[in-house]
């Protein structure tokens, strides 16, 4: 999920969140009422928000759905660009990716 810091507020781009589904599985959709429960703002159509004091549930987090193999990686691990520095609660579920590769992706 492309991810990027301001102002000490974690936010994972809108289209990379976990979407529910109604007939969706299980793990998925509880992958999203997770996520969502411990966001500050998780509206529609608008990038989710994290405070830092989240941080450390949510890397827990990420890192469990991630190592139980149910959902795909590029699902469960924060992808920030590579000119940021990632903060330590957040290490363990994150990567850097490059900038042209954040822009295009979806």
């Known amino acids: 999920m492309r991810a990027h810091i301001d102002h000490?507020?974690?936010?994972?781009?809108?289209?990379?969140?976990?979407?529910?589904?109604?007939?969706?599985?299980m793990v998925r959709n509880s992958y999203f009422w997770a996520l969502r429960s411990i966001a500050d703002r998780a509206g529609f159509n608008h990038d989710w928000e994290f405070a830092d004091v989240v941080w450390p549930a949510v890397g827990r987090m990420l890192?469990?759905?991630?190592?139980?193999?149910y959902l795909g990686y590029r699902e469960t691990v924060l992808e920030f660009t590579d000119d940021v520095a990632?903060?330590?609660?957040?290490?363990?579920?994150?990567?850097?990716?490059?900038?042209?590769?954040?822009?295009?992706?979806?």
């Not at 890192?63 to 193999?69: N, T």
């Not at 957040?90 to 295009?104: F, Q």
Request: aromatic residues 10%.
């Open 86 to 106: 990632i903060p330590d609660a957040l290490r363990p579920a994150s990567t850097w990716i490059a900038a042209d590769e954040y822009d295009e992706e979806a």
């Open 63 to 69: 890192v469990s759905f991630m190592e139980s193999g």
């Open 8 to 25: 000490d507020i974690l936010y994972l781009h809108q289209e990379d969140v976990p979407a529910y589904k109604k007939s969706g599985s």
